[in-house]
């Protein structure tokens, strides 16, 4: 169940945290998928991290989130360790998974309440409330009763943020909420990110391939190429930027989940 959503009751502090990577690097085997990253994301920022299929970002989402261990540096979550259990009483965290991680054998309803009843995050009727809250936010009271093979790919993206949203986090990871959307539901899944921030205050962490998502409600961006950052900055500064690996990157013509854009080296 907890590969799912990441959360345990938080504690007293309400506020937006902040993220701090300090000379974080992860190996498997002979393989070095970070190099010695560094990044500071602000409270309450939404904080987009873009890359070639292959370079890292959903490594880096998952050692944020305190699903892995370093492989040597660290992350903090306002100066705490996101792989300690303290971490997750005092924050609360959710991830959006690429694939929303869905029950298939339960409606959205029961998706939605399944975490916070097992975990007894707080009352039924608490429960029930926030439940009804984020089907609302999400414009999905009309698929309650749903089963998630019943859903559009859309509908899906929008299920597994409305799961996340129920556990009134304070950082929000998404891992490529736009891919495999069409143009039109990919906007409204960018909308629905930015909505959230504004009216949760949450600190957004977007991973993703979107060049128009990053563009348009990102704080900042980093682009992560082998490892490693090759820019962080708003978005104005990323459309100036004349670095031809930037330029290149951002050129629309160049498909970004085509593997052979990327080669990682070994260590
Ligand atoms: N648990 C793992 N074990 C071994 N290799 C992994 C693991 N997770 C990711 N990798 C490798 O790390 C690299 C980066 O992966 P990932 O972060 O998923 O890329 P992306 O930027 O597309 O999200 C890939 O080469 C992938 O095969
Ligand atoms: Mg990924």
């Known amino acids: 169940m907890k590969k799912n959503i990441i959360h345990e009751r938080s504690g007293g502090e309400k506020n937006p945290v902040g993220v701090e990577v300090a000379r974080l690097s992860k190996n498997f085997g002979g393989q070095s998928v970070l190099r010695d990253l560094n990044l500071s994301i602000k409270p309450g920022e939404i904080f987009v991290i873009m890359g070639p299929s292959g370079s890292g970002k959903s490594v880096l989402l998952r050692q944020i989130a305190g699903l892995d261990l370093p492989t040597s540096g660290a992350v903090r979550i306002n100066n705490h360790d996101p792989v300690e259990p303290d971490t997750r009483d005092r924050f609360a965290l959710a991830l959006v998974f690429q694939a929303g991680a869905l029950f298939n054998s339960l409606t959205v309803d029961d998706n939605l309440a399944l975490y916070p009843l097992e975990h007894r995050l707080c009352s039924r009727k608490e429960i029930r409330s926030r439940v009804e809250r984020a089907l609302k936010i999400l414009s999905l009271e009309n698929a309650t009763k749903k089963f998630p093979s019943e859903l559009s790919g859309g509908m899906k993206k929008r299920v597994a943020i409305a799961r996340a949203l129920v556990m009134e986090p304070q950082l929000l990871l998404y891992d490529e909420p736009t891919s495999e959307l069409d143009p039109v539901m990919a906007a409204t899944i960018t909308e629905i990110i930015a909505t959230l ?71």
Do not use: C, W
């Open 197 to 267: 921030k504004n009216e949760f205050r949450v600190t957004s962490v977007v991973v993703s391939h979107d060049r128009d998502l990053a563009l348009t409600i990102a704080d900042r961006v980093a682009i992560l190429m082998k490892g490693q950052l090759l820019f962080v900055g708003t978005p104005e500064e990323l459309k100036q930027n004349r670095d031809p690996a930037i330029v290149d990157f951002m050129n629309p013509q160049i498909d970004l989940k085509n593997p052979r854009y990327l080669k990682l080296e070994a260590t």
